[in-house]
């Protein structure tokens, strides 16, 4: 059975905590503005679909291979909801507006291939929530196109509220890093219900 309720919320509270594509998605808005931190965000959302489909391919294949895996995917996931929601209560959000020299397409791009927050957001989403229930390949592709768009809208949304978000997280840290630490150990938990 998809539990769609768990799988959305573990999306976009891994989307829209605090992160290396969000906290440069809104620096280079508060300092070039929304229409100049486009390019940035385009690249972010071209690296995200080329890195959702790697992640898609290597955990389909790895589930399909090894039926024994499942549990032991099932625990690390579960694991590392515990550990994030653990690193969003203790988080704060400190911007530096000189982060990030320049907005553009490639520079959004290649910092997937190097942020480890997607390459586990895809994994565990993949192993835990689609592949258990979904297993042909247009359900495949179009969850990976999915996890991409609500994954790189994170950064989108911080790059639209730019400022406010800064904003509102210093004045409101610890209410809204709580709410999202318990969202995400109702997912870890959830996963054994």
């Not at 809104?26 to 300092?31: E, K, L, Q, V, Y």
């Not at 979904?134 to 969850?143: D, E, L």
């Amino acid at each position: 059975m998809f539990h769609l309720f768990d799988f959305l919320i573990y999306c976009f509270i891994t989307a829209y905590t605090p992160g290396a594509n969000n906290l440069l998605s809104m620096s280079n808005a508060a300092r070039l503005g929304f229409r100049r931190s486009m390019r940035f965000n385009m690249g972010i959302l071209a690296g995200f679909i080329i890195v959702m489909s790697i992640c898609a391919i290597f955990s389909a294949t790895l589930y399909a291979a090894l039926p024994k895996v499942k549990i032991i995917m099932h625990s690390l996931g579960a694991v590392y909801m515990l550990y994030l929601a653990w690193k969003v209560w203790k988080s704060s959000v400190h911007i530096n507006a000189d982060s990030g020299k320049e907005a553009s397409f490639l520079s959004g791009l290649l910092l997937q291939f190097v942020n480890p927050k997607i390459y586990i957001y895809a994994i565990t989403a993949m192993t835990l929530y689609i592949l258990p229930v979904f297993h042909s390949t247009v359900a495949i592709v179009g969850f990976t196109l999915l996890l991409a768009v609500i994954g790189a809208s994170g950064s989108f949304i911080w790059a639209l509220f730019g400022s406010f978000f800064c904003k509102y997280f210093s004045k409101h840290t610890k209410a809204v890093n709580l709410a999202m630490a318990l969202l995400l150990v109702y997912c870890a938990v959830a996963l054994f219900l």
